[in-house]
Each structure stands twice: as C-alpha cells, then as structure tokens.
C-alpha cells in the first residue's frame, strides 16, 4: 500500500487525507470531536466504544453512539467506521487491530481516549477519602481509566509502528503540571496521571520509528454529560454558570480536537510534542486554532492563576 509521506499531507487542504486512525473511545464528549475532527481532515477513523444502537455501556446514556459518531466523521468529509469494542477485553480489541490490519494494512493513529467513569465519581469517588470509596467502585476506575489504555497500546502498537510518522495520543484529565496537585481521591489521581506516564514511556519507544506519543487534556469540557448535567444545552451553555461559576471558562470538545488534529498534521510534531503532555490551549496557541466560537480559552491557566493562586482574574480574561 502507497503511503503519503508526513511533508506531502501536511500541506493539503485535507491534510490527513490517505491517513488511518483509531479513536478509542469515540461515543461522546472529547473522543467523538477527536474523530470528527481527524474525519474532516481527510482521514479514514476508525470510532470504538461500548454504546451501539443496539446496546448501551455502564455509563446508561443511549444518546450518543458509535455508529452516530462515524455517521459525522464521515459527514465531515472522511470516512467513519464503527467498530463495538470494550477495550478491557483484550479478544475485543485484538479482533479490531486485525481487522484494521486486514483492511489498511497499517494505522497511523491511534488515540486512546478510553473513560466512561463519571457515574462512578459522583456516586462513589469525589468527596470521599479513598478508604471511603468502595473497593470495586476504585478498582472498576482504574480499569476504565489506565487498564484499558495499556490493552489497547499493547496490541495496537505493532500495527502503528508500521506507520512512516506514528501517533500515539492519550487523552486524560490535567497536565503533568498540573496535575502535581492532589486529584481529590487516590484512585482518581491515579486514574489521570497514568495516561501522562503511558505517553512519556512510549515516547521513548517509539522515538527510533519516528514517532510521537503525546498526552493531551482538554479543560472544562461540554461534553454531553456536562451539559445534561446542569440542563444545557450547547446553545445555552452559559446559563449554567449561575449554578457554577467556573463553568465560565468551559470549552466544547472541539477545541482540543482542532488541537490534535493539527498536531498530527504537523511535520515536526516529534521535536515539539514526544513524550509531553499539553493542553487544549496549548495546543490552539501553537497551531492558531479557536474554540466554535471563536474563543481560545485557557481553562487550567485560569485554575492556576486565580482559583488556587489567587490572582484578581475571571475567566473571560482567559479567554
């Protein structure tokens, strides 16, 4: 099979046009915009997740499917393909890189923005010590959170090695610098900082293939979640911040996913990113990309600055 070089697609319209990627984890929030996203850069996505039409995983919300996501990939103008895979169950994810591997022969991209634990963290996580935490209920985040992660890495690598320019991002919660805090429970902080140490140990793997492995978080994400949860709507969103303030500085899931998307058709991506971890903002400020309204917000800088640094600040001086 031909390959585009990194220097040939970068400067196209569609840069990541002849592109193969795999979204782990493409039901909803982040993930799905990280696959639109990469779609309407030209590239073939492949979307994973739990929740079909037919089916719906833990998280209970069948509004939002892999098949949904692939339909927009493609709408967008790549080629969306779903494939159900529970990505802690290594045959699931094992028959999804041959099958890969049987109809592209390689991939390019493989972005493990593998979660689904929010149900947990409000039930049974945020407000609790870890020894209040119920055993299984800890245990079942990690799984969902760092176990599926390396699964997946494990066994999709030896497909994305085959790639001229391999990607590696993993998407989590918080940078490395921030994230030195406290992350209010063990299992949690455990859970969000383990996708940043995945990212700068396979940076170091695959530095001798050319590749990259970056680990990248957006800041208060509008996921669908989020929005049901305070009874928005995109449209309305801003209504919520009289129920939270913070919520101010929030950001839809395609800020990070312009962000990504413009990384991976960056030629030196490698020199700047391997084995880092960086921020939706970081990445609209180095690539010049905007939020759908054309804002850059920068909600983790407004964190440090004035929430736990008591700066005089509000978020729309961030963004």
Do not use: C
């Not at 109809?103 to 870890?130: T, Y």
């Not at 902080?189 to 530095?207: H, Q, V």
Request: aromatic fraction near 6%.
């Amino acid at each position: 099979m031909e390959k585009n070089t990194t220097t040939q697609y970068a400067d196209r319209a569609a840069p990541l046009t002849g592109r193969i990627a795999l979204v782990a984890g493409a039901t909803r929030g982040a993930g799905r915009a990280l696959a639109v996203e990469l779609g309407r850069a030209g590239a073939t996505v492949y979307v994973t997740g739990r929740t079909t039409r037919e089916r719906a995983s833990e998280v209970g919300r069948t509004t939002e499917t892999i098949e949904e996501t692939a339909d927009l990939v493609t709408a967008a103008g790549g080629t969306g393909i779903a494939v159900p895979t529970d990505h802690l169950e290594e045959d699931q994810v094992r028959a999804l890189t041959e099958r890969i591997d049987r109809e592209q022969g390689r991939l390019d991209i493989l972005v493990n923005d593998l979660w689904g634990g929010e149900h947990l963290l409000v039930s049974s996580v945020f407000g609790r010590k870890s020894w209040e935490t119920p055993l299984a209920d800890g245990l079942r985040v990690l799984e969902l959170g760092v176990r599926s992660h390396v699964i997946t890495a494990a066994l999709a690598l030896p497909l994305l090695v085959r790639s001229d320019a391999p990607l590696h991002v993993e998407v989590t919660d918080g940078t490395a610098a921030s994230n030195r805090r406290y992350r209010e429970n063990l299992y949690y902080d455990l859970a969000k900082n383990a996708p940043i140490r995945i990212a700068f140990g396979l940076g170091e793997e695959l530095a001798e293939y050319g590749g990259t492995a970056v680990a990248v978080t957006p800041g208060f994400l509008r996921s669908e979640q989020m929005l049901a949860h305070f009874g928005v709507t995109e449209g309305n969103w801003r209504d919520a911040v009289v129920q939270e303030p913070a919520f101010a500085i929030a950001e839809s899931p395609h800020y990070l996913a312009r962000g990504v998307a413009a990384l991976a058709a960056d030629p030196d991506r490698a020199a700047r990113w391997n084995g880092r971890s960086t921020s939706s903002a970081e990445l609209a400020r180095t690539y010049g990309v905007r939020d759908v309204d054309g804002s850059r917000p920068d909600a983790w800088g407004y964190f440090e600055d004035v929430v736990y640094g008591g700066k005089e600040g509000s978020p729309d001086d961030y963004r």
